[in-house]
């Protein structure tokens, strides 16, 4: 299943080598030196033109929560593509907190 298999399916978070339900906790530590990487960002994108400021947050050292639901889906793959891309160039992490939802993190950050 693929990255393009998200939209329409139950919500399920990978944390720690196994899935859960999207209710289960999930927890936030930075990892390194700056260990206070500052709030988590929240996005609720009308177009693809915000993708910008969304991957410029990541760059910054935030996480970054992004919902979908407001985009027609053929725009929320090309954002999701988008910033999958970015998280992969980065390396950090993204992870679907529910449908349409996604937490992207960025480097040294881990997400449990």
Do not use: C, W
Not at 39 to 60: L, M
């Amino acid at each position: 299943m693929g990255i393009f298999d998200l939209f329409g399916r139950e919500p399920r978070v990978k944390t720690n080598n196994r899935t859960t339900q999207s209710n289960d906790y999930v927890g936030i530590k930075a990892v390194g030196e700056n260990d206070k990487r500052g709030p988590v960002a929240v996005f609720s994108p009308a177009s693809f033109a915000e993708v910008e400021e969304i991957i410029d947050t990541i760059k910054a050292g935030k996480n970054a929560v992004v919902h979908l639901t407001e985009l027609k889906t053929e725009t929320a793959v090309r954002v999701l593509d988008m910033l999958s891309g970015a998280i992969y160039a980065l390396g950090g992490g993204v992870y679907e907190m529910g449908k349409n939802v996604f937490m992207f993190s960025p480097s040294g950050v881990e997400v449990y």
